[in-house]
T-cell receptor, first 118, second 116 residues
Framework: EAGVAQSPRYKIIEKRQSVAFWCNPI?????LYWYQQILGQGPKLLIQFQNNGVVDDSQLPKDRFSAERLKGVDSTLKIQPAKLEDSAVYLCASSLSYGEAANTGELFFGEGSRLTVL | AQKITQTQPGMFVQEKEAVTLDCTYDTSDQSYGLFWYKQPSSGEMIFLIYQGSYDEQNATEGRYSLNFQKARKSANLVISASQLGDSAMYFC?????????????FGQGTTLQVKP
């Protein structure tokens, strides 16, 4: 079974530029998460989708970050314009629907997209 | 905010010895789940073990066990017979709580180095 796919793995941009990250979850997983992990810290949830609807985006800096999951499968996270403090690894994760009986609560993560803002 | 606290930024252990990584959590929920993930230098988060708040026995998965003390709100990870490949960052997380939206809240992590 294919895991969570993310691209690009690495991206270097200058501040005020824009960047987009792509994620394709495990087939059949209704729930998709974007986490931000700053070096030396734990992952912090940015946004959570259930199918193509947003469940939680309370910690998404909406003035510069946006995310979409138009067809309820893959997702794109965009940052525009980037700031120095956005340098981090952006982790995508997926899971079965949280209401589903078979859901153990485990999130399945991709390898992450490492962003460096100069 | 309900927090997950990992008080050990870094730990060293000799190969083949056991090590305990600490985790405490803050919640007013009665029903919740506790998770441990491993993050090697490659960056991927690898699920290790899960403990439900109503589980009467401590969870075990191979060399991993979870020392769950509900009254103290602690969920320490015990790794037995450490191997060089265990060197990584380890995160404790809480989820499956009363809101149960599926998201996990992570601690700040503990870096484990296994010495040969």
């Amino acid at each position: 079974e294919a895991g969570v796919a993310q691209s690009p793995r690495y991206k270097i941009i200058e501040k005020r530029q824009s960047v987009a990250f792509w994620c394709n979850p495990i087939s059949g997983h209704a729930t998709l998460y974007w986490y931000q992990q700053i070096l030396g810290q734990g992952p912090k949830l940015l946004i959570q989708f259930q199918n193509n609807g947003v469940v939680d985006d309370s910690q998404l800096p909406k003035d510069r970050f946006s995310a979409e999951r138009l067809k309820g499968v893959d997702s794109t996270l965009k940052i525009q314009p980037a700031k120095l403090e956005d340098s981090a690894v952006y982790l995508c994760a997926s899971s079965l629907s949280y209401g589903e009986a078979a859901n153990t609560g485990e999130l399945f993560f991709g390898e992450g997209s490492r962003l460096t803002v100069l | 905010a309900q927090k997950i606290t990992q008080t050990q930024p870094g730990m060293f252990v000799q190969e083949k010895e056991a090590v305990t990584l600490d985790c405490t959590y803050d919640t007013s929920d009665q029903s919740y789940g506790l998770f441990w993930y491993k993050q090697p230098s490659s960056g991927e988060m690898i699920f290790l073990i899960y403990q439900g708040s109503y589980d009467e026995q401590n969870a075990t998965e191979g060399r991993y066990s979870l020392n769950f003390q509900k009254a103290r709100k602690s969920a320490n990870l015990v790794i037995s017979a450490s191997q060089l490949g265990d060197s990584a960052m380890y995160f404790c997380a809480r989820g499956k709580d009363s809101g149960n939206t599926g998201k996990l809240i992570f601690g700040q992590g503990t870096t484990l180095q296994v010495k040969p």
